[in-house]
């Protein structure tokens, strides 16, 4: 048994059914003769085991056209657009194997490129092969391409998922026949319960099966060997893309993973898997029982099937005709559509909904077994559209989808009102003399928004009119209607000059009206002006920097390209960014009859120029002039000088402060000595006072004595 990896070959040949039709493409004799064609492709998926050497699946590209003459050609590229990680794989399409009125190019493989000729003038058709080579099981999408040049309708790419694996589901809850793409499968708890896998022969080694969980494979057929245990079990080397079946119990709930492996020499298996199923164990089948996440439900306009959900707009007149319809697809868990449960359709809001057998069904048609109201059931599992109807009440309706308990979707229809406002919308600052128009002028029209009382867009179809105040300056579209809410008007300009364009509901006693004012202008420049924002910027600053042609009247030119200036503007001063007008074509028509250029000023002081030359006779120089100063710069040295000026007379403050605090200290030493000397003498007088007083005391007692005696 060899050691090495051996290159797996998969060759899978694709069924594209490539009707090419009626084709308008360009080839070497340009004669082709049909405007559309059709691309399609039968298989677009394809599924195959995966050998060790080389298995395939059969299919067929078809192309075809109408040719003009003789070699007239249509070319088909492949290309693989999805590939497994680290695999090699190729595309290849093969020669003509039926054809009428056409030749290839050769026999067998001829790359990933076919080119159909036609014999001769007429209906051509081709029939080719797809080969697909990969050395890795896994998923790969291939995308055929058309020459489509000169088609114009109907030739978009087409792909083709090719998967191939060494192990898939054949069996289990819901699932019957399973091909190479069945990588998970569900199943029913039970002591005697399985699921049926297919294993796939490698050809020149053997493959190694394993089960995870709590499952035993149960038994197996020839060519795989169970081992002890029932847990893994070996595939012998067989012949490349042989298949044998094995049965894996599913006992309990929960998840099983089987997985095969690549042996990757004698007695040694890869530990990455070559293809994995994973089986969910459920307590009971999942198999019909509706899943809201795999089923689907789109709303389209009127009767129109949608395979998208569209936004639905529709008049609240009460009507049997469909404002809406919704197409339910019922899916279970193994995406199997459910043709036996039962649909409900519930609306809130405004209007009425039907559970119907045709989209064209009117509001109470009786077809099979209808139903019609606010809250519905299908009367037959045959019925999955469901019908919106209007009842004369404006508002959002919200229509809630359910199979049981199951809700499945919920849409919505905007009923509207009549028209209560209307909001006008230029598409040009200056619109152009139609008969003398300038290069690229741009649509010459108006949109009207309309909407109702609640701020919702009108139903499509209503009308809006309008009329021009000064039909010499201009016309414009007596009347249009509106598409997603919005009415386009044309506008014809006859001179230049200024008109008020009035939109309103009715030609006379109008109650919904609202004008805006016009400009037509010339395409002949006979002036051109250029302004700065501002005279004054600090550096680096913001500079908006706007050009202005106007006519001899006075009034901008229209929209559109000229050669404004002959001369492209420069600066004086090197700017700090931005981009100036270029000399040559200039789109005019950012503001009206110019241009602005967005700019950022000098980074240094001083007065700066941008100067051009415009492209009259006269060559005459257009500028625009303003200066540079770093006002912050300034105002903080002035800051600076005047914080000195206080610092220095804070100093002097303070110096004084303190000659008179020295003066204050000496009158209070002097004050202090005077309080002490008079201190002293005060001390002194009371002292010989009570000297004084103790003698005339003494005198008095001996007068009293010298009496009493």
Known sequence: M?????????????????GLGTLSIVPSTAAITA?????????ATVDAPFGGTSSTAVGSLTAGFTAGATDDAVTVTGAITTNVTGATSSIAIGAISAATNAAGNGAGVVGSVITVSASAAGAVSATHAVTLTANKAGKYVVTLTPNAAGITA????????????????TTGDGLASGTASKSTVNAVAGAANSVTLTAVEQGTTARLITVTGDS???????????????????????????TAALVVATPTVGTITVSIFDQAAAGIYSTTATSTVTITVNATAVNAIVVAANSTSFIGATTTEATTDATVTAASTASTGVAANITVV???????????????????????????????????ASGTNNVYGKNVTGATTANRIVNVYADGTAGVATITISSGTTVIATETVTFTGSAATYTATQTRKVYAITASAPTTPGDQTITVAVKDAAGNNVANGTTVNATSGSTSVATITASATTTSGVATFTITGLTAGTSVITFANATSSATVTTTTTITVGSATIAAVVMTTDKTSYLPGEKVTLTVIATSSTGLPVADGVYTVFSTAP????????????????ITVGGVAGGVTATLNAPLSDGVFIISGKDNLTALNTVSATADVQNTSAAAAIDAAAEATDAANAATDAANAAAEAADAATA??????????????QVAEMIDALKKQITALTNLVIKIQKKVKA
Not at 154 to 169: D, E, P, Q, R, S
Not at 228 to 234: F, L, R
Not at 336 to 344: D, E, G, R, V
Not at 672 to 680: F, K, R, W, Y
């Open 216 to 242: 035993t494979i149960a038994s197996a057929a020839a060519g795989i060997t169970i081992a002890t245990g029932a847990k893994s079990a070996t595939v012998q080397i067989g012949t490349s893309a042989t």
């Open 330 to 364: 019922l899916k279970d868990a193994n995406l199997n559509t459910n043709s036996s449960a039962f649909l409900t359709a519930s609306i809130s809001g405004p209007g009425v909904v039907g559970i119907v057998a045709s989209r064209s069904d009117l509001l109470g």
């Open 2 to 18: 060899s050691t090495k990896t051996t290159f797996k070959r998969i060759a899978l040949v694709a069924v594209a059914a490539l």
């Open 35 to 43: 405007a559309t064609g059709t691309l399609t492709v039968a298989a």
């Open 154 to 169: 109907g030739m978009a790419a087409k792909t083709i998922t090719f998967t191939v694996a060494a192990l898939y589901a």
């Open 570 to 585: 420069t600066s004086s001063m090197a700017l700090a960014a931005g981009t100036l007008p270029a000399a040559g074509a």
């Open 667 to 680: 009158a209070a030493q002097d004050a202090a000595d005077a309080v002490a000397a008079l201190s002293t």
